[in-house]
C-alpha cells in the first residue's frame, strides 16, 4: 500500500506567476485536504476535496483552487503568486469522514 | 471559532525521561483528535487518532488521553529516545462541518544522549 505522495518537492517561482502542486492519495482513499504551513507555525487548512467535489474551504482567497480527479489524486492551483504564499504545502488523505488524515512529505514553495 | 493552544512550545530533556505534552482547544464539539510528528522540513506523521467518544489510545511508547468537556488532551512518551526529537503537533476535528484539522503551533521537543 503506497502512501501520499507529493510533487515536486521544491519549486522557486516569480511574485506574479501561477503554480501547480499535485498529489496521490494513499490507496482507497477518497477524501483529499490541502494545507498551507508557514515557518514556524502550524498547518492551515485550505480546502478538501471528497469523490472530486470541494466540501470544504478555509480561509484563503479564490486564487487558491484545486481539482480532484476520478481517481482521488488532487491538484492545487495557486495564481498570481505573492511572497507570502511562501509555505510547504501538505496535502493529506482519508478514507472518508471522521477517520485517520495520512500526509503526504509536502512541497516547499518560495516565491521570489 | 476553535483555537488550539499547544504547551509547552518548546522542551528539551536528557534520554530516557517521560514525557507529557499538553493541548487544550476552545471548541469541545469535535469528531476526533489526532497527534501527529514533523520532522524538521518534512511531512506529518500521524501518531494516535483519539475519537470523541474515546478516553485514551496508545501505540508503544505513546499515550494519548482526550477529556472532551475540559478541551485537553495529552501526549505522554514513556522513555523518551534522541529519535523522538521533533515537532508534535495536536489536531481537533471540528464536528458539524467536514472534518477539516485545526492545528496548534506544536510543540517542539529535543531529546539529548
Known amino acids: 500500500e503506497t502512501g501520499v505522495t507529493q510533487s515536486p518537492t521544491h519549486l522557486i517561482k516569480t511574485r506574479g506567476q501561477q503554480v501547480t502542486l499535485r498529489c496521490s492519495s494513499q490507496?482507497?482513499?477518497?477524501?483529499v485536504s490541502w494545507y498551507q504551513q508557514a515557518l514556524g507555525q502550524g498547518p492551515q487548512f485550505i480546502f478538501q476535496y471528497y469523490r472530486e467535489e470541494e466540501n470544504g474551504r478555509g480561509n484563503f482567497p479564490p486564487r487558491f483552487s484545486g481539482l480532484q480527479f476520478p481517481n482521488y489524486s488532487s491538484e492545487l492551483n495557486v495564481n498570481a503568486l505573492e511572497l507570502d504564499d511562501s509555505a510547504l504545502y501538505l496535502c493529506?488523505?482519508?478514507?472518508?469522514?471522521?477517520?485517520?488524515?495520512?500526509f503526504g512529505q509536502g512541497t516547499r514553495l518560495t516565491v521570489v | 471559532k476553535q483555537e488550539v493552544t499547544q504547551i509547552p512550545a518548546a522542551l528539551s530533556v536528557p534520554e530516557g525521561e517521560n514525557l507529557v505534552l499538553n493541548c487544550s482547544f476552545t471548541d469541545s464539539a469535535i469528531y476526533n483528535l489526532q497527534w501527529f510528528r514533523q520532522d524538521p522540513g518534512k511531512g506529518l506523521t500521524s501518531l494516535l487518532l483519539i475519537q470523541s467518544s474515546q478516553r485514551e489510545q496508545t501505540s508503544g511508547r505513546l499515550n494519548a488521553s482526550l477529556d472532551k468537556s475540559s478541551g485537553r488532551s495529552t501526549l505522554y512518551i514513556a522513555a523518551s529516545q534522541p529519535g523522538d526529537s521533533a515537532t508534535y503537533l495536536c489536531?481537533?476535528?471540528?464536528?458539524?462541518?467536514?472534518?477539516?484539522?485545526?492545528f496548534g503551533a506544536g510543540t517542539r521537543l529535543a531529546v539529548h544522549p
Open positions: 489536531a481537533p476535528a471540528p464536528s458539524g462541518g467536514y472534518n477539516k484539522l485545526i
Open positions: 493529506a488523505s482519508k478514507k472518508g469522514l471522521n477517520t485517520e488524515a495520512f
Open positions: 490507496s482507497g482513499h477518497n477524501t
